[in-house]
Protein backbone atom coordinates (compact mmCIF):
# COMPACT_ATOMS: atom_id res chain seq x y z
CA UNK A 1 0.00 0.00 0.00
CA UNK A 2 1.51 3.40 -1.43
CA UNK A 3 2.51 5.98 1.70
CA UNK A 4 2.47 9.58 1.81
CA UNK A 5 6.41 9.82 1.09
CA UNK A 6 5.53 7.31 -2.19
CA UNK A 7 3.12 10.11 -3.46
CA UNK A 8 5.50 12.95 -2.50
CA UNK A 9 8.58 11.33 -4.30
CA UNK A 10 6.32 10.41 -7.21
CA UNK A 11 5.25 14.25 -7.14
CA UNK A 12 8.02 15.90 -6.14
CA UNK A 13 6.02 17.45 -3.47
CA UNK A 14 6.70 17.88 0.49
CA UNK A 15 4.98 15.17 2.67
CA UNK A 16 3.20 18.07 4.56
CA UNK A 17 2.08 19.55 1.06
CA UNK A 18 0.52 16.13 0.41
CA UNK A 19 -1.14 15.19 3.35
CA UNK A 20 -2.73 19.20 3.43
CA UNK A 21 -3.90 18.30 -0.34
CA UNK A 22 -5.48 14.81 0.42
CA UNK A 23 -6.82 16.59 4.11
CA UNK A 24 -9.29 19.73 2.34
CA UNK A 25 -6.77 21.58 3.68
CA UNK A 26 -7.73 25.39 2.14
CA UNK A 27 -3.95 26.30 1.52
CA UNK A 28 -3.49 24.42 -0.91
CA UNK A 29 -4.23 25.25 -4.22
CA UNK A 30 -6.98 23.19 -6.88
CA UNK A 31 -4.25 22.37 -9.32
CA UNK A 32 -2.01 21.05 -6.74
CA UNK A 33 -5.36 19.31 -4.57
CA UNK A 34 -6.08 17.65 -8.16
CA UNK A 35 -2.64 16.45 -8.48
CA UNK A 36 -2.21 14.58 -5.60
CA UNK A 37 -5.80 12.95 -5.76
CA UNK A 38 -4.71 11.83 -8.89
CA UNK A 39 -1.49 10.32 -7.71
CA UNK A 40 -2.54 8.62 -4.22
CA UNK A 41 -5.56 6.92 -7.00
CA UNK A 42 -3.18 5.56 -9.17
CA UNK A 43 -0.98 4.36 -6.50
CA UNK A 44 -3.50 2.94 -4.23
CA UNK A 45 -3.36 5.32 -1.42
CA UNK A 46 -5.71 4.69 1.67
CA UNK A 47 -5.30 7.05 4.25
CA UNK A 48 -4.43 5.94 7.95
CA UNK A 49 -7.57 7.23 9.95
CA UNK A 50 -6.13 7.34 13.33
CA UNK A 51 -3.30 9.73 11.95
CA UNK A 52 -5.51 11.35 9.58
CA UNK A 53 -7.88 12.09 12.38
CA UNK A 54 -4.28 13.49 14.50
CA UNK A 55 -3.67 15.71 11.40
CA UNK A 56 -7.27 17.04 10.84
CA UNK A 57 -8.93 16.39 13.71
CA UNK A 58 -11.58 14.23 11.81
CA UNK A 59 -12.63 10.88 12.01
CA UNK A 60 -13.68 10.36 8.52
CA UNK A 61 -16.89 8.78 9.68
CA UNK A 62 -20.19 10.62 9.73
CA UNK A 63 -23.58 9.33 11.37
CA UNK A 64 -27.16 8.40 10.43
CA UNK A 65 -29.86 8.05 13.04
CA UNK A 66 -33.30 6.56 11.69
CA UNK A 67 -36.66 6.54 13.80
CA UNK A 68 -38.25 3.29 12.18
CA UNK A 69 -41.36 0.74 13.38
CA UNK A 70 -40.27 -1.98 15.62
CA UNK A 71 -41.98 -3.73 12.12
CA UNK A 72 -39.97 -1.89 9.22
CA UNK A 73 -42.22 -3.33 6.52
CA UNK A 74 -43.87 0.01 5.96
CA UNK A 75 -40.90 2.00 5.52
CA UNK A 76 -39.95 0.49 1.91
CA UNK A 77 -37.34 3.30 0.84
CA UNK A 78 -35.01 2.37 3.84
CA UNK A 79 -32.71 0.09 2.38
CA UNK A 80 -32.46 1.31 -0.63
CA UNK A 81 -31.95 4.89 0.83
CA UNK A 82 -29.17 3.70 3.19
CA UNK A 83 -27.23 1.25 0.60
CA UNK A 84 -27.06 4.39 -2.12
CA UNK A 85 -25.90 7.27 0.80
CA UNK A 86 -23.32 4.92 2.32
CA UNK A 87 -21.93 3.99 -1.48
CA UNK A 88 -22.01 7.59 -2.00
CA UNK A 89 -20.28 8.55 0.99
CA UNK A 90 -17.66 6.12 0.89
CA UNK A 91 -16.82 7.13 -2.73
CA UNK A 92 -16.16 10.18 -0.81
CA UNK A 93 -13.89 8.44 1.74
CA UNK A 94 -16.23 9.08 4.54
CA UNK A 95 -18.39 6.06 6.44
CA UNK A 96 -21.96 6.08 7.60
CA UNK A 97 -22.59 4.64 11.30
CA UNK A 98 -26.30 3.70 11.16
CA UNK A 99 -28.05 3.76 14.52
CA UNK A 100 -31.83 3.28 14.78
CA UNK A 101 -33.84 4.79 17.56
CA UNK A 102 -37.14 4.13 18.97
CA UNK A 103 -37.07 6.26 21.53
CA UNK A 104 -39.40 10.04 22.80
CA UNK A 105 -36.53 12.40 22.50
CA UNK A 106 -35.89 13.08 19.12
CA UNK A 107 -32.19 14.80 20.18
CA UNK A 108 -31.05 12.29 22.98
CA UNK A 109 -29.78 9.80 20.23
CA UNK A 110 -27.20 12.39 19.35
CA UNK A 111 -26.14 13.56 22.48
CA UNK A 112 -25.32 9.95 23.01
CA UNK A 113 -23.30 9.98 19.63
CA UNK A 114 -21.51 12.94 20.50
CA UNK A 115 -20.20 12.30 23.53
CA UNK A 116 -18.69 9.31 22.11
CA UNK A 117 -16.89 11.71 20.00
CA UNK A 118 -16.44 9.96 17.02
CA UNK A 119 -17.94 11.49 14.81
CA UNK A 120 -17.35 14.28 11.82
CA UNK A 121 -21.14 15.09 11.01
CA UNK A 122 -24.92 13.70 10.38
CA UNK A 123 -27.14 13.26 7.71
CA UNK A 124 -30.83 13.95 9.02
CA UNK A 125 -33.87 12.41 7.62
CA UNK A 126 -37.72 12.33 8.20
CA UNK A 127 -37.77 16.16 9.48
CA UNK A 128 -41.31 16.90 11.64
CA UNK A 129 -42.72 20.55 12.10
CA UNK A 130 -41.05 21.77 14.69
CA UNK A 131 -38.09 19.35 14.31
CA UNK A 132 -35.44 20.12 17.35
CA UNK A 133 -32.50 18.60 15.90
CA UNK A 134 -31.10 21.22 13.61
CA UNK A 135 -31.34 23.57 16.40
CA UNK A 136 -29.47 21.16 19.02
CA UNK A 137 -26.80 20.35 16.25
CA UNK A 138 -26.22 24.21 15.11
CA UNK A 139 -25.93 25.03 19.10
CA UNK A 140 -22.78 22.92 19.24
CA UNK A 141 -20.92 23.16 16.10
CA UNK A 142 -21.59 19.93 14.44
CA UNK A 143 -21.86 20.03 10.71
CA UNK A 144 -25.20 17.91 9.49
CA UNK A 145 -27.18 17.96 6.05
CA UNK A 146 -30.89 17.56 6.18
CA UNK A 147 -33.21 14.81 3.69
CA UNK A 148 -35.82 17.90 3.24
CA UNK A 149 -36.37 20.62 5.38
CA UNK A 150 -38.68 21.38 8.57
CA UNK A 151 -39.80 24.48 7.94
CA UNK A 152 -39.69 27.44 5.34
CA UNK A 153 -36.81 29.35 5.10
CA UNK A 154 -34.07 27.03 6.95
CA UNK A 155 -30.90 28.12 8.01
CA UNK A 156 -29.42 24.60 7.61
CA UNK A 157 -27.84 22.54 4.23
CA UNK A 158 -30.42 20.75 2.80
CA UNK A 159 -31.76 18.90 -0.10
CA UNK A 160 -35.25 18.08 -0.87
CA UNK A 161 -38.41 18.36 -3.39
CA UNK A 162 -40.99 21.19 -3.21
CA UNK A 163 -43.61 18.80 -1.84
CA UNK A 164 -46.44 21.67 -2.21
CA UNK A 165 -45.52 21.57 -6.39
CA UNK A 166 -45.79 17.97 -6.48
CA UNK A 167 -49.80 18.34 -5.02
CA UNK A 168 -50.12 21.73 -7.19
CA UNK A 169 -48.99 19.93 -10.24
CA UNK A 170 -51.22 17.24 -9.93
CA UNK A 171 -54.09 19.08 -9.26
CA UNK A 172 -53.25 20.86 -12.58
CA UNK A 173 -53.58 18.00 -14.37
CA UNK A 174 -56.77 16.41 -12.81
CA UNK A 175 -58.21 20.05 -12.91
CA UNK A 176 -57.22 20.39 -16.94
CA UNK A 177 -59.33 16.72 -17.40
CA UNK A 178 -62.27 18.48 -15.79
CA UNK A 179 -62.10 16.89 -12.19
CA UNK A 180 -63.20 19.08 -9.57
CA UNK A 181 -63.95 16.15 -6.39
CA UNK A 182 -60.57 15.25 -5.74
CA UNK A 183 -59.61 13.47 -2.75
CA UNK A 184 -55.88 13.34 -1.20
CA UNK A 185 -54.58 10.49 0.78
CA UNK A 186 -52.02 12.04 2.49
CA UNK A 187 -48.42 11.09 4.00
CA UNK A 188 -48.50 10.38 7.98
CA UNK A 189 -49.49 14.21 9.49
CA UNK A 190 -46.39 13.87 11.60
CA UNK A 191 -44.10 14.45 8.94
CA UNK A 192 -42.82 17.66 7.13
CA UNK A 193 -43.58 16.61 3.97
CA UNK A 194 -47.35 15.64 4.47
CA UNK A 195 -47.84 19.45 5.90
CA UNK A 196 -46.22 20.92 3.00
CA UNK A 197 -48.23 18.85 0.07
CA UNK A 198 -51.30 19.11 2.46
CA UNK A 199 -50.81 22.91 2.04
CA UNK A 200 -50.28 22.59 -1.53
CA UNK A 201 -52.98 20.29 -2.30
CA UNK A 202 -55.61 23.44 -0.50
CA UNK A 203 -53.88 26.06 -2.06
CA UNK A 204 -54.21 24.46 -5.84
CA UNK A 205 -58.30 23.51 -5.28
CA UNK A 206 -58.82 26.51 -4.30
CA UNK A 207 -57.18 28.33 -6.96
CA UNK A 208 -58.62 26.01 -10.07
CA UNK A 209 -61.37 23.96 -8.29
CA UNK A 210 -62.98 25.07 -5.57
CA UNK A 211 -63.91 24.16 -2.20
CA UNK A 212 -62.26 20.78 -1.14
CA UNK A 213 -65.34 18.46 0.05
CA UNK A 214 -65.41 18.07 3.51
CA UNK A 215 -64.00 14.50 4.17
CA UNK A 216 -62.14 14.33 1.00
CA UNK A 217 -58.58 14.98 2.92
CA UNK A 218 -56.71 12.26 5.01
CA UNK A 219 -53.59 11.16 6.22
CA UNK A 220 -52.00 7.53 7.05
CA UNK A 221 -49.41 5.16 6.94
CA UNK A 222 -47.92 4.56 3.22
CA UNK A 223 -49.52 1.24 2.97
CA UNK A 224 -51.82 -0.21 0.49
CA UNK A 225 -54.24 -0.69 2.78
CA UNK A 226 -54.19 2.70 4.12
CA UNK A 227 -55.80 3.17 0.28
CA UNK A 228 -58.02 0.74 0.03
CA UNK A 229 -59.84 1.20 3.16
CA UNK A 230 -59.94 5.14 2.62
CA UNK A 231 -60.83 4.48 -0.76
CA UNK A 232 -63.42 2.08 -0.21
CA UNK A 233 -65.62 4.28 1.76
CA UNK A 234 -65.24 7.49 -0.20
CA UNK A 235 -66.40 5.35 -3.64
CA UNK A 236 -69.15 3.50 -2.14
CA UNK A 237 -71.02 6.85 -2.07
CA UNK A 238 -72.75 5.70 1.50
CA UNK A 239 -70.95 9.49 2.77
CA UNK A 240 -71.65 11.51 0.00
CA UNK A 241 -70.94 11.87 -3.70
CA UNK A 242 -68.00 10.12 -4.10
CA UNK A 243 -64.57 11.78 -5.72
CA UNK A 244 -64.15 11.40 -9.13
CA UNK A 245 -60.29 11.66 -8.70
CA UNK A 246 -57.89 10.67 -6.05
CA UNK A 247 -54.54 11.53 -5.17
CA UNK A 248 -52.11 8.86 -3.15
CA UNK A 249 -48.97 10.03 -1.05
CA UNK A 250 -47.00 6.93 -2.58
CA UNK A 251 -47.49 4.28 -5.05
CA UNK A 252 -48.40 1.58 -2.53
CA UNK A 253 -51.59 3.69 -1.30
CA UNK A 254 -52.39 4.07 -4.95
CA UNK A 255 -52.03 0.53 -5.54
CA UNK A 256 -54.72 0.04 -2.73
CA UNK A 257 -57.14 2.46 -4.64
CA UNK A 258 -57.23 0.29 -7.54
CA UNK A 259 -57.71 -2.64 -5.50
CA UNK A 260 -61.15 -0.77 -4.32
CA UNK A 261 -62.22 0.87 -7.33
CA UNK A 262 -62.08 -2.93 -8.90
CA UNK A 263 -63.93 -4.63 -5.56
CA UNK A 264 -66.92 -2.10 -6.60
CA UNK A 265 -66.70 -2.66 -10.06
CA UNK A 266 -65.35 0.52 -11.07
CA UNK A 267 -63.22 1.73 -13.73
CA UNK A 268 -59.98 3.72 -13.97
CA UNK A 269 -59.92 6.59 -15.60
CA UNK A 270 -63.32 5.52 -16.66
CA UNK A 271 -65.27 6.17 -13.08
CA UNK A 272 -62.30 7.37 -11.39
CA UNK A 273 -58.91 9.14 -11.66
CA UNK A 274 -55.73 7.92 -9.90
CA UNK A 275 -52.52 9.83 -9.62
CA UNK A 276 -49.98 9.05 -6.71
CA UNK A 277 -46.02 10.44 -5.97
CA UNK A 278 -43.41 7.63 -6.93
CA UNK A 279 -40.35 7.68 -5.03
CA UNK A 280 -38.98 5.02 -6.99
CA UNK A 281 -39.80 2.44 -4.40
CA UNK A 282 -37.80 -1.40 -4.84
CA UNK A 283 -40.00 -3.95 -7.03
CA UNK A 284 -42.56 -1.10 -7.19
CA UNK A 285 -42.84 -0.30 -10.82
CA UNK A 286 -46.27 2.26 -11.52
CA UNK A 287 -45.99 1.66 -15.10
CA UNK A 288 -46.48 -2.62 -14.57
CA UNK A 289 -49.50 -1.43 -12.61
CA UNK A 290 -53.23 -1.78 -14.72
CA UNK A 291 -53.77 0.95 -15.69
CA UNK A 292 -50.36 2.53 -15.77
CA UNK A 293 -49.94 5.07 -13.04
CA UNK A 294 -49.65 8.56 -13.36
CA UNK A 295 -47.16 10.01 -11.15
CA UNK A 296 -45.12 12.93 -9.71
CA UNK A 297 -41.73 11.56 -9.82
CA UNK A 298 -38.57 12.14 -7.61
CA UNK A 299 -36.82 8.75 -6.26
CA UNK A 300 -35.31 9.11 -3.07
CA UNK A 301 -32.19 7.56 -4.22
CA UNK A 302 -31.29 10.44 -5.98
CA UNK A 303 -30.92 12.56 -3.55
CA UNK A 304 -27.82 10.32 -1.68
CA UNK A 305 -24.99 11.99 -3.99
CA UNK A 306 -25.73 15.68 -3.62
CA UNK A 307 -26.45 14.81 0.61
CA UNK A 308 -23.57 13.11 0.72
CA UNK A 309 -21.07 15.86 -1.81
CA UNK A 310 -23.11 18.76 0.43
CA UNK A 311 -22.04 17.29 3.78
CA UNK A 312 -18.33 16.99 2.24
CA UNK A 313 -18.50 20.44 1.54
CA UNK A 314 -20.06 21.89 4.49
CA UNK A 315 -17.05 19.80 6.45
CA UNK A 316 -14.62 21.70 4.27
CA UNK A 317 -16.20 24.86 5.38
CA UNK A 318 -18.96 26.17 3.18
CA UNK A 319 -21.94 27.94 4.76
CA UNK A 320 -25.34 26.08 5.20
CA UNK A 321 -26.71 29.27 3.37
CA UNK A 322 -24.64 27.86 0.19
CA UNK A 323 -25.95 23.92 0.80
CA UNK A 324 -29.84 24.47 -0.20
CA UNK A 325 -31.41 22.95 -2.80
CA UNK A 326 -35.01 22.01 -3.59
CA UNK A 327 -35.90 20.40 -6.92
CA UNK A 328 -38.92 20.05 -8.41
CA UNK A 329 -40.84 16.40 -9.09
CA UNK A 330 -41.29 15.56 -12.88
CA UNK A 331 -44.78 14.55 -14.12
CA UNK A 332 -45.33 11.28 -15.64
CA UNK A 333 -48.67 11.35 -17.08
CA UNK A 334 -50.06 7.58 -18.18
CA UNK A 335 -53.21 5.66 -18.16
CA UNK A 336 -54.87 5.65 -14.73
CA UNK A 337 -55.69 9.64 -15.39
CA UNK A 338 -58.21 10.57 -18.35
CA UNK A 339 -61.13 13.22 -18.54
CA UNK A 340 -64.13 13.51 -15.49
CA UNK A 341 -66.65 10.80 -16.13
CA UNK A 342 -69.36 12.00 -18.25
CA UNK A 343 -72.77 13.62 -16.52
CA UNK A 344 -69.94 14.29 -13.24
CA UNK A 345 -68.74 17.12 -14.74
CA UNK A 346 -69.23 20.42 -11.54
CA UNK A 347 -69.00 23.70 -13.40
CA UNK A 348 -66.49 26.22 -10.97
CA UNK A 349 -65.72 29.72 -11.98
CA UNK A 350 -64.08 32.25 -9.58
CA UNK A 351 -66.64 34.79 -8.01
Not at 28 to 55: E, M
Not at 288 to 314: E, N, S, Y
Request: glycine share 8%; net charge neutral; aromatic share 6%.
Amino acid sequence: MATLKDISVELGLSVATVSRALNGFPEVGAKTRARVQAAAARLGYRPNRSAQRLATGRSGVVGMIVKLRADMSADQTFFDVVTSLTAELSARDLDLVLSVDQGDDPVAPYKRMLERDLLDGFVLNAPVPGDPRPGFLAERGVPFVMHGQAHDAPDYAFYGIDNAAVSADAIALLTTLGHRRIALINGEARFAFAAERAAGFHAAMAAQAGPVPQGFVADGPPTENTGYTLALSWLSGRAGPRPTAILCATTPVAAGVLRAARDLGLSVPGDLSVAAHDDALPNIRPAHFTPALTVTHAPMRDACAPLAQMLIDHLNGAPPARLQTVIRAGLIVRASSGPVPKGEETPWQTT
